[in-house]
């Protein structure tokens, strides 16, 4: 284990108000100990390094000026928010980020009252952070008091129109709200887009002056010996498409750019800001995210998430893989159908790493687009593209895609547009916990007229269910598959294009049949193997299909049986409510099948390991053979059922 820094003004806070009496000075030393303390508590854990490096000095100066928790700091996404963490409490627990039982990797309510509002998607922070400032002017009960709220983006953050929509809306209500643009020129990928490029701008053609302000609502707000650098500034951009005028059309005073890692510039612009802001104001910070570590500075992500790892080297920790991940055998998929179809072209979110689609980019430049944060944007675009003809793959996170929900049941499945759903991190996902999990895309996608719903059972059916996706032209579809390695099982030379609706016997027995919808198939047969040492020997089936179901195979099941069992990775509502639906409207219920069906529970589960959240969920092996002992009467000694 690496030898854990020496921090002796850190050693002295526990709290914000510990920050109020420190000098100026010890402030920065703080910074240099806050920066060593967290690449030293991650690299024992690992977790989310570059965002909370890039923003160690910000935090500082943060909790230094306001008075957290009656001041709301509200974090946006949150993926920066461990040195937050350190400094309001936390930082004796700090080596159990993201651990079962530990610290979650994100800001979380329940967690601490310096976490005002729990963020782990994007672009929700002006919109919180404005509903607070109207809480507090209304007269709001809240139990750490009202002051002021401040909505801490970053530049890729503000690719979303969620953003935007705060922004207008707080400019018309005009109350007093401060939002700060952290703008490190990266995201999780290096961000897209005009506003980007618009960002960019700010920065490299107006020079920097004394305290960086260029706006005139801004200077305004500046102790008198700073005006006058910041008339000049102003000056300087006149007549230029720079500075802080999409801002300001938005009714907001604009304060920069300034160096997000100067404390010299960062505490007075804070401290006169608190002083004398009376609107809405968003002062612009200039930040380099893996700050100070080099290793994540040099990397491509700026060591965006990291496995543990050596804080000498910062080489990872990984463990060796036999097995390809789910999301790399997408990607060779993808490029292996796109190679012989010119029509074929991929959509991500923000996420071309993430989902694999950076693979395809590298082969196929012109036909891969990252839309930035937008999932509405990039599930419509996707939608413009089938209708042009072309055989779009929407490739984005189960729980991201909630966010374009409206756009795939109004853009795409009503006009029945065949767009491609990779819906990727299927299931429960570990270490980021619940708003990460992929819970819900089973029922919110297979209620839907026309759409197909598949999920893989291993990566040798992704590749399949690829090649099935490529083929379908009459319509949505969509296959999901989960986060991490696949089963090891051989992969095919090429994928092979499924007939739509039909599932897959696996193996015949008696008695009670397992119809097994995606990864669980794995944790089914195991449990077969111990049902086996009973004398019990169930039928195996692979649904492959949730809409449209393989009606013949779940009859055929439930006729030859005396009962069925349906297990998934997904909330009520999905797979087995839709068996259920069928089962009843054949009658068969009323012929004395015995039906189950597993599900995800009616919970949020918390981060821990995947094998450990599939027990909270009760969808492992042991609990697979439980309820069926529990089915057919047999005595399961305790276990659960």
Not at 476 to 505: D, T, W
Request: proline share 5%.
């Amino acid at each position: 284990m690496s030898k854990r820094p020496d921090t002796p003004i850190l050693d002295r806070v526990t709290g914000p108000d510990d920050l109020k009496r420190l000098s100026d000075a010890e402030l920065h030393q703080l910074a240099r100990e806050l920066r060593a303390e967290t690449i030293s508590a991650v690299s024992e854990t690992g977790g989310h390094l570059g965002a909370g490096l890039g923003v160690v000095e910000l935090t500082v100066a943060l909790h230094a000026v306001f008075d957290a928790p009656r001041d709301k700091i509200i974090w946006d996404v949150s993926h920066q928010c461990y040195p937050h963490k350190i400094l309001t409490g936390r930082r004796d627990r700090i080596r159990t980020l993201r651990m079962e039982g530990g610290l979650s990797g994100f800001t979380k309510r329940s967690e601490s009252p310096y976490d005002p509002f729990g963020a782990a998607h994007s672009s929700t922070s002006i919109s919180a952070a404005l509903g607070f400032a109207v809480a507090r002017d209304l007269g709001g009960a809240c139990e750490t008091g009202h002051g002021d709220a401040i909505a801490v983006i970053g530049d890729g953050a503000m690719s979303a129109g969620m953003a935007y929509e705060a922004l207008n809306n707080a400019g018309h209500l005009k109350k007093r709200l401060i939002v700060i643009l952290n703008d490190n020129e990266m995201s999780i990928a290096p961000p897209t887009g005009a506003l980007s490029n618009y960002l960019s701008r700010l920065y490299a053609e107006a020079p920097f002056q004394d305290l960086k302000a260029a706006a005139k609502g801004a200077v305004s707000l500046l102790p008198e010996p700073f005006r006058e650098g910041a008339k000049r500034a102003k000056e300087m951009l006149k007549g230029m498409t720079v500075g802080g005028t999409l801002f300001e059309e938005l009714g907001f005073s604009y304060v920069g750019p300034i160096d997000g890692h100067d404390l010299d510039q960062l505490l007075p612009v804070l401290r006169t800001v608190r002083q004398r802001a009376t609107g809405p104001i968003l002062i612009h910070a200039i930040t380099k995210k893996g700050k100070g570590y080099g290793p994540a500075e040099d990397s491509a992500d700026r060591g965006h998430a990291r496995a543990k790892f050596d804080v000498v080297t910062g080489k990872q920790q990984k463990a060796p893989s036999n097995a390809p991940s789910y999301t790399r055998v997408f990607a060779d998929a993808l490029i292996q159908e796109a190679a012989g179809d010119p029509r074929i072209c991929a959509v991500t979110a923000a996420m071309p790493d993430g989902t694999g689609l950076d693979l395809f980019a590298e082969r196929y430049p012109s036909r891969c687009f990252d839309v930035g944060i937008a999932e509405q944007h990039g599930v419509t675009f996707c939608a413009g593209l089938a209708a042009g003809g072309m055989r779009p793959f929407c490739a984005m996170y189960s729980t991201f895609l909630q966010r374009g929900y409206d756009q795939v049941v109004h853009d795409v499945a009503i006009q029945r547009l065949p767009v491609r759903f990779a819906i990727d991190r299927a299931g429960l996902v570990g270490a980021d916990g619940a708003t990460h999990a992929g819970s819900y895309d089973i029922a919110y996608m297979a209620n839907l007229p026309g759409m197909v719903v598949m999920a893989a059972a291993d990566e040798a059916e992704l590749k399949h269910m690829v090649a099935t996706a490529a083929a379908h032209d009459s319509g949505p579809i969509a296959f999901r598959y989960p986060r991490g390695e696949g089963a090891g099982v051989e992969m095919p030379e090429r994928g092979q294009v499924l007939e739509i609706g039909k599932g897959r016997m696996i193996r015949q027995g008696q008695g009670v049949a397992l119809l097994s919808f995606g990864t669980r198939l794995s944790e089914v047969l195991k449990a077969c193997e111990a049902l086996e040492a009973r004398g019990i020997s169930p039928t195996v089936a692979d649904a492959r299909f949730a809409k449209p179901l393989d009606r013949n195979l779940i009859l055929q099941l439930a006729a030859g049986h005396d009962a069925l069992i349906t297990i998934e990775e997904g909330a009520v509502g999905g797979f087995g409510s839709h068996v259920a639906q069928l089962l009843a409207e054949e009658g068969v219920f009323d012929r004395g099948l015995k039906y189950r069906s597993m599900v995800l529970p009616d919970i949020f589960i918390d981060q821990a390991s995947p094998r450990a959240m599939y027990d909270v969920a009760a969808l492992n092996a042991e609990h697979i053979e439980a309820k069926v002992l529990t089915v057919l009467g047999v005595e399961t000694l305790g276990k659960r059922a």
